[in-house]
């Protein structure tokens, strides 16, 4: 029978249970976005900002905890279509469905149409082939059940529109875009610039349109139609009062954030969540997430140490195209040297090749400069985080003997089981995870940059010097290889294709990124050198038996015995003269009766 402790003990825990499950949030919404941006038109002039834009956008949604954010460029009208296509199949599941587009759009006859990179639209009704309407935007979003968004960033001064033929005099071509007004409940069709009117581009590289957007649309727990009501007075007042952007559509009573405001149990730190929007731009490690994270939080600590890591990005960049430069500059006073040009263009080649290389090692000293700067402010950043750190290893502690102590008082309420096993030792991760976590993503990126063949493991082996070692000898970099450093992961960052040439077993030659068999033509063998040799014909050997040689073989004369005697030497005659029969019987044709004197 169980005591009345052990009962008390089993109603606390869970009563404990149930307060955790009520302050969970009811349901976790799924958020899926689709981002467009086109720059790199085909028959008209190339737009500066739209893919910059994007990628901001992009950035933002991605911080902001989206679950999905597709980001796509430069899209051709098949692979549009095919992209919206795909995004309604996943927007089928979705509270929250986003489609942002940077670009061209028309108005014809009161219809918005978006226009792709490689659309000509050479007269009015080609827009209908060529474009994709606004209606078929809204139709990938359709599935959502919370809220539906459009955001249109292309009322442009549109090239197509001026050179465009008219088909039927009465059809009406818009400047910007026309004004909608969706049928769908719980939908937002959100315009850069009012119905009829454009938007302007501005001096940077983002719109100002965008960098509002950036800056005001992900904020926790603010309603979107009021986050759109910030980007409106924001944009007003950096177009001086030219550029005005308008949503139309309507939600209910309700407050519909985009981001909703995350429900903690204790006080939490107010730098956390820019701490946290912090380690996930350095974590992508680009320019455009680092801008996204500076037009959220311009100031601050962290803001200082975005920007110092875009001075480090900035100067790697200015190292490599001085680097560069440099290297066209010697091979031009190379050339003009062997081919004996004039002295003064020797001389001219030779100062340029000279200022050249002192560009270069002006960068080398910046990129050096940038690099312990950032390394500076990171430590400055461990210094101050580190309290913050301690505490958090406190309550960790606090909750693990909580557990401790619930598994203790499920135990006392079971009774004493029949065989008590060991418990198991849970240790937390040591200071060592971190160097291995930075070891493995240096050797990620070794990988990808074809410089390491073997798998990303973490441990920094002599393998992952040697890789590293390689990387410097074809990036012209000065990585120290005995560690994995930030400053590797870095350097290996910025390299967006291959830096070491890909290597083939025997048999295989390089083929782009991939080594491809080596097949030889035939009549040819694969040598020991990997390459194709012909092979050499065998000349045909003739073979003869004995008889047949001896008889091709003429005849030779056989050699007269001549035997000379003592007393005197033979004489033509008698060496001649046939033996007589007597001769015979007495055996002159031996050589013993030759020479016992009976015979001639």
């Not at 935007?137 to 599935?143: K, M, Q, R, S, Y």
């Not at 940077?204 to 910030?230: C, E, I, Q, W, Y």
């Not at 997430?289 to 110092?308: H, V």
């Not at 000898?473 to 960052?493: C, E, F, M, P, Q």
């Amino acid at each position: 029978m169980k005591s009345p402790g052990s009962s008390k003990l089993r109603q606390f825990f869970l009563a404990a249970a149930l307060l955790l499950l009520v302050c969970q949030p009811a349901f976790a919404e799924k958020r899926v976005a689709l981002v467009l941006g086109n720059s790199a038109y085909q028959n008209v002039a190339r737009l500066p900002n739209p893919v910059n834009d994007g990628t901001v956008i992009a950035a933002t949604l991605k911080n902001a905890g989206f679950d999905v954010v597709e980001e796509r460029h430069d899209l051709p009208a098949a692979e549009t279509r095919r992209a919206l296509r795909d995004f309604a199949d996943r927007a089928r599941d979705a509270d929250i469905a986003v489609v942002y587009y940077a670009g061209h759009g028309i108005e014809v006859d009161g219809t918005n149409y978006l226009i792709p990179v490689d659309a000509k639209l050479e007269r009015d009704t080609d827009v209908y082939d060529e474009a994709f309407s606004l209606d078929r935007v809204l139709l990938a979003i359709e599935p959502a059940k919370q809220l539906r968004l459009v955001i249109l960033d292309a009322c442009r001064d549109n090239p197509f529109a001026k050179n465009m033929k008219r088909t039927v005099a009465s059809r009406a071509i818009g400047q910007g875009l026309a004004k909608i007004e969706p049928t769908s409940p719980n939908m937002l069709i959100a315009y850069s610039a009012k119905a009829g009117s454009t938007a302007l581009d501005g001096d940077a590289k983002n719109s100002p349109f965008t960098m509002a957007l950036a800056k005001h649309l992900t904020t926790p727990g603010l309603d979107v139609r009021r986050a759109f009501g910030f980007v409106r007075d924001e944009v007003l007042k950096t177009t001086s009062y030219r550029q005005e952007p308008f949503v139309y559509g309507s939600l209910g009573g309700e407050d519909v954030p985009l981001v909703p405001v995350k429900a903690t149990a204790s006080p939490a730190n107010p730098q956390a969540d820019i701490r946290r929007d912090y380690e996930l731009a350095q974590q992508v490690g680009n320019k455009a997430a680092l801008n996204a994270f500076l037009a959220q939080y311009p100031d601050g600590f962290y803001a200082e140490l975005a920007r110092s890591q875009l001075a480090k990005i900035a100067a790697e960049e200015a190292r490599v195209a001085a680097t560069e430069k440099a290297r066209l500059a010697e091979q031009e006073r190379a050339r003009l040297a062997a081919e004996g040009a004039q002295k003064g263009q020797q001389a001219k080649a030779e100062a340029d090749a000279k200022a050249a290389e002192q560009a270069r090692i002006a960068a080398e000293k910046a990129k050096q400069v940038a690099q312990e700067q950032v390394a500076a402010a990171e430590q400055k950043r461990t210094a101050i985080e580190a309290p913050a750190a301690g505490k958090a290893s406190e309550n960790k502690a606090s909750e693990n003997k909580v557990v401790a102590d619930n598994k203790a008082a499920d135990e006392v309420a079971a009774g004493p089981p029949a065989a008590k096993t060991q418990p198991t030792n849970v240790a937390a991760l040591s200071d060592g995870s971190a160097p291995a976590d930075i070891a493995k993503s240096v050797q990620t990126e070794l990988r990808r940059v074809g410089c390491l063949s073997g798998a990303a493991d973490g441990e920094w082996n002599a393998a992952s010097q040697r890789s590293l070692a390689l990387f410097n000898r074809h990036a012209g970099t000065r990585l120290n290889v005995k560690l994995a450093s930030t400053d590797a992961l870095d350097a290996i960052k910025l390299k967006q294709s291959r830096v070491c040439p890909l290597v083939c077993e025997q048999g295989f030659k390089p083929d782009g990124d991939r080594c491809s068999r080596i097949v030889c033509a035939e009549g040819s063998f694969l040598n020991d050198d990997n390459e194709c040799e012909k092979r050499r014909a065998k000349k045909p050997v003739a073979k003869r038996d004995r008889d047949d040689r001896e008889r091709a073989a003429p005849l030779r004369p056989q050699a007269k015995q001549v035997i000379v005697g003592r007393s005197h030497a033979p004489t033509s005659a008698s060496m001649a003269r046939p033996l007589t029969g007597e001769e015979r019987e007495v055996g002159c044709n031996s050589y013993g009766a030759i020479m016992s004197g009976k015979c001639p």
